[in-house]
């Protein structure tokens, strides 16, 4: 079993900044990926970005390219975000997910095994 904890979420206004975290316990050692999610009310859950554990492949979503940045500290098993340049479209509950052996597309939220409860980020314009 994996256990995921968001934390790092809260209000900021457009053009701010915030970091996520996302602490992982239990059977770190056969991860694959881990990667973000976020949705927005009524909404689908979106792809935000990924990273391969072993060779630290990333992946990002067009529209958080070159504002979001993914990385991970391996000896904490603890994956962040970071949000720099926040718009108000940013809003959405943001999610980390884990999946456990390989895929060809880390951005399809049912590839996932597991996932966090979720964190808010809300960006005041």
């Known amino acids: 079993q994996v256990q995921l904890v968001e934390s790092g979420g809260g209000l900021v206004q457009a053009g701010g900044s915030l970091r996520l975290s996302c602490a992982a316990s239990?059977?770190?050692?056969?991860?694959?990926?881990m990667g973000w999610f976020r949705q927005a009310p009524g909404k689908e859950r979106e792809f935000v970005t990924a990273m391969t554990w072993n060779i630290d492949a990333t992946y990002y979503a067009d529209s958080v390219k070159g504002r979001f940045t993914i990385s991970r500290d391996k000896a904490k098993n603890t994956l962040y975000l970071q949000m720099n340049r926040l718009q108000p479209e940013d809003t959405a509950v943001y999610y980390c997910?884990?999946?456990?052996?390989?895929?060809?597309?880390?951005?399809?939220?049912?590839?996932?095994?597991?996932w966090g409860q979720g964190t808010q980020v809300t960006v005041s314009s």
């Open positions: 997910a884990v999946r456990s052996s390989p895929t060809t597309n880390l951005a399809y939220p049912g590839s996932y095994n597991y």
């Open positions: 239990g059977r770190t050692f056969s991860w694959y990926a």
